[in-house]
């Protein structure tokens, strides 16, 4: 199994900045693809950026130049920076990884994901 356990959620004022980390634990053996979604009430939920094992980046159109998504294979954790908030950036953030876990002496292939944080940008 993997948990993953999110932190740096919180309330911040419009253009305004805040850093999400999710640190993942387990019998981790390797860990691909790492992410970010997030879900606003009422909406359905969306992918927000992703990162590879090898650092390529990608972003949902609506964050690009604001939001940077890094991780850190030592730690076992994704980061994302999350700069000059808007209103509508406001909801659920979700972090996930795509793992190779050790069960039984197989090595299997499993997401995981963490527990959700809010993000509030309001002033």
């Known amino acids: 199994q993997v948990q993953l356990v999110e932190s740096g959620g919180g309330l911040v004022q419009p253009g305004g900045s805040l850093r999400l980390s999710c640190a993942a634990s387990g019998s981790i053996v390797s860990i691909y693809n790492m992410g970010w979604y997030r879900q606003a009430p009422g909406k359905q939920r969306e992918l927000v950026a992703t990162?590879?094992?090898?650092?390529?980046?990608a972003y949902v159109d609506s964050v690009k130049g604001r939001f940077t998504i890094s991780r850190d294979n030592a730690k076992n954790t994704v980061y994302l920076q999350m700069n000059s908030l808007k209103p509508e950036d406001t909801a659920v953030y979700y972090c996930y990884g795509d793992f190779g876990l050790l069960q039984s002496d197989i090595i299997n292939l499993r997401r995981g994901w963490g527990q959700g944080t809010q993000v509030t940008v309001s002033s």
């Open positions: 990162i590879t094992s090898g650092g390529s980046t």
